[in-house]
Structures are given as C-alpha cells and as structure tokens.
C-alpha cells in the first residue's frame, strides 16, 4: 500500500475554559467556594468584593460605559435570564452575599480545649508543692485521649529529680484522679468505674452496693450474670435493677467527654420555612459571594489602544464578567434543585422522615430538565436549613421499598421504622430481624429479612442477642 493523507472531518465536544469553570463551581462546598473566591480576586484586578456598607443590589448590572469598550460591545449586551443594562453601580452578584471582607469560614469550628489542657489548668490551681508540680505534669502527660494512665508509678519515681518514692508519685496520682472528668487518671477499666461511682452516685445505698459489686465481684459484673450478681448482693432481680443502671450510667471513656475533634460548623446552603401559603425555599445570604468590577479600571479600557497593559485589562474584564455569570448559575441551579426536592418532600416537612417519599437523582433532573450529572454535583456537600434540622441534599434521595398494595416508600423511612420498633421493643425479649421484617409487614411493608439486618447495621443497632445482654 502507497501512504497516504486524507480527510476525515468529525464533531466533538469541546468544554470552553468558561464552562470547565461552571461545573467546577457547581459542586464546591460552601468552605471550597469561598477559598476559590478568594483565589479568583488575588488574580484578578478588575473584581473587588462589595463594602460590607454599601447598598445591596438585587440583579446583576453591567455599567452602561462597559458597553464602550472596542471588542466587548456584543458580550456585554445583557441577556434576558442574567444581565441587566444600568448606568451605575458596576457589575455585582444579585444577592445579598458576605457581612463583610473579613470573613474567614475556618471560624467556624469551635476550638475545645484539649484534654491535657484542661487537666493542666486544674493543676495549676491545686496547692502541689513543687515536686508535687513536677510529678503531676509528668502523669497528666501520660494520659490519653480516653482518658486512662500510660505510665507505671516507678517509671515515675525514675525520672523525677530529687528522687522521690512510689508511694510520692501514687499520691499525687489520687489526687488528679479527684480532676474533672470523674474517672481521669484511671489505670484500668476497674478502677476508672470505681473513681466514677464514688464520685457521680448520690444515692448512698447505691454507691455501696455498685462499689461493692465493681470491686469485688467485676467478674461477675462483665460477665452480666445478673443471677449471680443478685444473688452475691443478697437483692431479688427487681432490687438489682437499680444498681446496675448506675452502672451502665458511668462512662468507661472519661476522657472523650473532653477535648476530643473540634465539632465542624455547618453553614447551610438553603433556608427552608414555612409561611401562610406553603413552603418557602431561599439561598442562604451569608454563603454568597458578593462580587462587583472595579470602576477605576474599567475607566482606563476606554483608550481603546492596543497597548499590553489595555489588552491584559480587557481580558481580565471578560474573566470576571465570566466568572460573576458562572456564579449566578451556581446560585440558579442550586435554588431550583433545593426547591424540587422541597416539592417532592412535603410530606416528610410536615410529618417527619416516616413520610419520606422515595427519590432518586434522575427524577430530579428529569423534572428540571437538568443532565443527571449536573444534579448530582448540586447535591454535592450542600446543606439545607430547616425547620426539622440541618440536612445535606443528599439525605432526601433514597431508593424504593415496595408495599403489600403494590406501592413503594422510602427506604429512609423504612429505617426510620425499624429504630422506632427496636426503642418500643421488650429489654428482656428484643425483636429479632425476623420479628422486625414481620412488624413491618403488618405495617405495608414487604421486606426481607436480609433487608432488615442491612439497614439495621448500616444504622449500627446491634442484633438482638446482644441488645439483651446490654440491657443487664
């Protein structure tokens, strides 16, 4: 064969540096949006963020001088669905966005203390004498995060300089274990059950008894032979029960009700309430972007000359009139997805997750007549504030139970179903997921056994079996 060149002409599609940018800020968080803000103003001269004084403007403007300058005229005619033509003020984002520049969204985790710190604080204000000082930041820094003691007393006793005894070191030891939280400074499961209940039982027969049994017969007490337990304890099974609930009441953790992961602040996409007419779905203010183009330096385009420093600004003008319409559709998509979930989930908004309607995310697009991608990355780590909770968008997407009439519910419901039959159940005869799937029939609900026991552990409610030795 002689090669050859030819021709084979074909489509494509190509996704323009505006549209890549379009998707990429339809699935940022809200945390990722402002970062990604923040990004776009340091490289961009012709944005600034609006004075948190200035007067809030309700649509998208575009300066009537914009349309002046040589190039733009077509691109800066305003469209029907995002632009309108004012003289003044300049571009800005049409809803009210940022309180003011200085917002940082990593403010909002909270900032506990940790459990070392805490203990420290409480050591510095207990009367130890020096050594006593020394001995005591030595043990407070060797317990850890649950709260239990690392370090044996003679490793202790070694290393403090002048020497001191065991006997030194297991006295200071007693007197942190008298810290906040109760139990701290515990050397054994044992031991920290022990400090607990003499420290958080009020009723003195019980304290007694729940030492007695912690003490003497933990064995027994880890095994939950509540027979033997009764027994020892010269109690019939009805006196016991008391003893034992003061028991299950301690925390074999102490030191996780300190300290621990700082709890992440959720700012809520949508606000979600109810009025006299229905409900009413809204973007929430404080999590938009408050944009506008610098008038100073669409003032210098007017030259109109071919100068770098012109050409640079004029392509700096298109990327930010570019970037403020890609963050108006953002805010578009986002509020028409929030508000076809808030349609299709009514009945959960006015009686609870058992009324949760099955969804899934090709509904949603369907009806919006959206692509099922575009849907999803809406979806995406958004949240949505409301009069029963704070809930991401992807809660209210669930697969399909069918019922004995033939219909179907969600399987978020049928979950919300099982958790209320296992509180409602016997603490001697729990239901088994026989029993459960069972209950649910007589409720319309056809599900398997298998069923059941997925959604039980996908919400962590352990099996019956051990749901009745907890209960001892």
Known sequence: ???????????????????????????????????????????????ELVDSHAESVTTIAVSESLSQVPGEAQEVAPSQSALAEV?????????????DADYDPLAQHSTAPSLQAHLHWQAALTSFTPVDQ????????????????????AEVAAVVQPPVSQEDVVAVLHRIQQFDPPG????????????????????DELKMQAISLLSDHFALLAARDEKQLAQ?????????????????????????????????????????????????????????????INADYVALIRRADKQADNVLLQEHLQTARS???????????????????????????????????????QEVADRLDLHESTVSRVTSQKFMQTPRGTFAFKYFFSSRVKTTEGGCVSSTAVCARIRQLVQAESAHKPLSDNALAEALKTQGIAIARRTVTKYRESMRIPPSGERRRNQI
């Open 323 to 361: 970037f403020i319409r890609n963050l108006q559709t953002r805010h578009d998509t986002v509020l028409q997805v929030a508000q076809c979930i808030v349609r299709e989930q009514q009945a959960f908004f006015a009686q609870g997750v058992v009324a949760m309607k099955p969804l899934v995310l």
């Open 87 to 99: 003289s003044d003020p300049p571009v800005e984002s049409r809803y009210p966005g940022q309180a």
């Open 1 to 47: 064969m002689k090669p050859a060149l030819q021709l084979r002409p074909s489509q494509h599609l190509a996704l323009t540096p505006q549209l890549q940018q379009a998707i990429r800020l339809l699935q940022l968080s809200t945390v990722e949006l402002q970062q990604e803000v923040q990004s776009v103003l340091e490289d961009n001269v012709m944005l």
């Open 232 to 292: 020892v304890l010269k109690l019939t099974p009805d006196a016991l029960q008391p003893v034992l609930q003061q028991i299950r009441s301690l925390h074999p953790h102490p030191g996780e009700r300190v300290g621990g992961a700082a709890a992440d602040c959720v700012m809520p996409d949508v606000l979600v309430s109810q009025q006299a007419s229905g409900w009413r779905v809204e973007l929430n203010p404080e999590t938009l972007p408050k944009l506008r």
């Open 134 to 153: 020394l001995i005591a930041e030595i043990l407070i820094d060797s317990i850890d995060a649950a709260g239990y003691l690392q370090i044996d007393s």
């Open 184 to 203: 701290v400074g515990a050397r054994d499961v044992q031991e920290c059950l022990l400090l607990q209940a003499r420290q958080l039982i009020a009723d």
